[in-house]
């Protein structure tokens, strides 16, 4: 039972904004969001996670609605080394009994 | 990654025999993880440690067996290797309930 529902893949161009969608309807209170991606044959990044508000560090912002039912991770300015899968991941305790990662968004960053 | 270092990085190894996989961190940080990751199925959870001699069973533990006899090494054994167990394993760590995980660089294991 998926508890996140993101699209199998999106193209971006380089040096524009790439925005990522998640819906989580069935979030609960005490549930985070929580973003990570992995490139190709690498072990996946955590790149940003949130509770209520929206959160912005040095990789991403992550933009959650009032209602809590989707987020957009924001990349500001893509480069080709963005090129990856996006995993949304929602989870309670911070996943201290293991996150649950589903299939995720592939990025194509386009030159 | 910085921190996680896991051995060997790739094995090949014969149907029935042991293996065992180290994971190995210098955070200090509670939280430890086993995942496999294989086509058509993504990252699933194997065993898990909320601190040492602490373990609990993940997602598709059948087959597999931990140990954290210390902070910083969790190891992962394959009892009797089968061919369904080729996969590439990965382990991550994580310091706090709410934070986020960092994984290391995977160990790519083929049962022939």
């Known amino acids: 039972d998926a508890k996140t529902t993101q699209p199998p893949s999106m193209d971006c161009a380089e040096g524009r904004a790439a925005n990522l969608p998640c819906n989580h309807s069935?979030?609960?209170?005490?549930?985070?969001v929580y973003w990570y991606r992995q490139i190709h044959s690498q072990g996946p990044q955590y790149i940003i996670h949130?509770?209520?508000n929206n959160e912005t560090n040095e990789m991403a912002s992550l933009i959650i609605t009032e209602d809590r039912k989707s987020s957009t991770l924001i990349l500001p300015h893509a480069t080709l080394r963005d090129t990856a899968v996006y995993y949304c991941i929602v989870q309670s305790g911070g996943g201290a009994d293991g996150l649950t990662f589903g299939k995720g968004t592939h990025l194509i960053i386009q030159p | 990654d910085a921190g996680i270092t896991q051995s060997p990085r790739h094995k090949v190894t014969e149907t029935g025999t042991p293996v065992t996989l180290r994971c190995h961190q210098t955070e200090n940080h509670r939280y430890m993880y086993w995942y496999r990751q294989d086509p058509g199925h993504g990252l699933r959870l194997i065993h898990y440690?909320?601190?040492?001699?602490?373990?609990d069973k993940g997602e598709v533990s059948d087959g597999y067996s931990v140990s954290r006899s210390k902070t910083e090494d969790f190891l992962l054994t394959l009892e009797s290797a089968t061919s369904s167990q080729t996969s590439v394993y990965f382990c991550?760590?994580?310091?706090?309930?709410?934070?986020?995980?960092?994984f290391g660089s995977g160990t790519r294991l083929t049962v022939v």
């Open positions: 949130g509770l209520k």
């Open positions: 440690s909320y601190g040492v001699k602490d373990t």
């Open positions: 069935t979030i609960s209170g005490n549930e985070y």
């Open positions: 991550a760590i994580s310091a706090d309930r709410a934070g986020g995980y960092t």
